[in-house]
T-cell receptor
């Protein structure tokens, strides 16, 4: 199993450009999450999904959109990138139900720089 | 609002020098407390879940314990390969699937 994978690993955008980050998991997990990690701030939840076709806002959702059209994929979109969105983005997934419910497993991250 | 505070922010140890990392939390009904390890340039790696006060879990040189207000990650006779940032997170009973993370604690173990 590959676990959680993220595409791309690195990206540089200019202010105002758009892009989509792709997250894929092969563990059949119901829940998926997008976080950003900034120095001194810790991990902050952007959006999450509790199942295919569902999404919900997290702590810092402004400027981002998400979609979960397939259970194994969770996409994060930036419609008009801003320098404040320079960060490392992590995707995570977790199972529903059972003893290991809510244990989140993370991808390797995408380092995004907006100039 | 659920909150997690980790201390110290950074810790330097000599190889073999045991110590503990602290995670204090406030949550409206604890569903679970989670410990992660994060190496530079990588995603967090799951270590432990603790569910109730008094629970303990071990993995190699790491032992996690839980009380009603805090959790400790004890590191016994650490090695340089234990150097990493350790993250603590909590999930409350508030009907949300979200984890609230602390800012992390950077551990450096010198040979």
């Amino acid at each position: 199993n590959a676990g959680v994978t993220q595409t791309p690993k690195f990206r540089v955008l200019k202010t105002g450009q758009s892009m989509t980050l792709l997250c894929a998991q092969d563990m059949n997990h119901e829940y998926m999450y997008w976080y950003r990690q900034d120095p001194g701030m810790g991990l902050r939840l952007i959006h999450y999904s509790v199942g295919e076709g569902t999404t919900a806002k997290g702590e810092v959702p402004d400027g981002y959109n998400v979609s979960r059209l397939k259970k194994q994929n969770f996409l994060l979109g930036l419609e008009s990138a801003a320098p404040s969105q320079t960060s490392v983005y992590f995707c995570a997934s977790s199972p529903l139900g059972g003893r290991h419910s809510y244990e989140q497993y993370f991808g390797p991250g995408t380092r995004l720089t907006v100039t | 609002e659920d909150q997690v505070t980790q201390s110290p922010e950074a810790l330097r140890l000599q190889e073999g020098e045991s110590s503990s990392l602290n995670c204090s939390y406030t949550v409206s009904g604890l569903r679970g407390l989670f410990w992660y390890r994060q190496d530079p340039g990588k995603g967090p790696e799951f270590l432990f879940t603790l569910y109730s006060a008094g629970e303990e879990k071990e993995k190699e040189r790491l032992k996690a314990t839980l009380t009603k207000k805090e959790s400790f990650l004890h590191i016994t006779a650490p090695k340089p390969e234990d150097s990493a940032t350790y993250l603590c997170a909590v999930q409350g009973q508030g009907g949300s699937e979200k984890l609230v993370f602390g800012k992390g604690m950077k551990l450096t173990v010198n040979p």
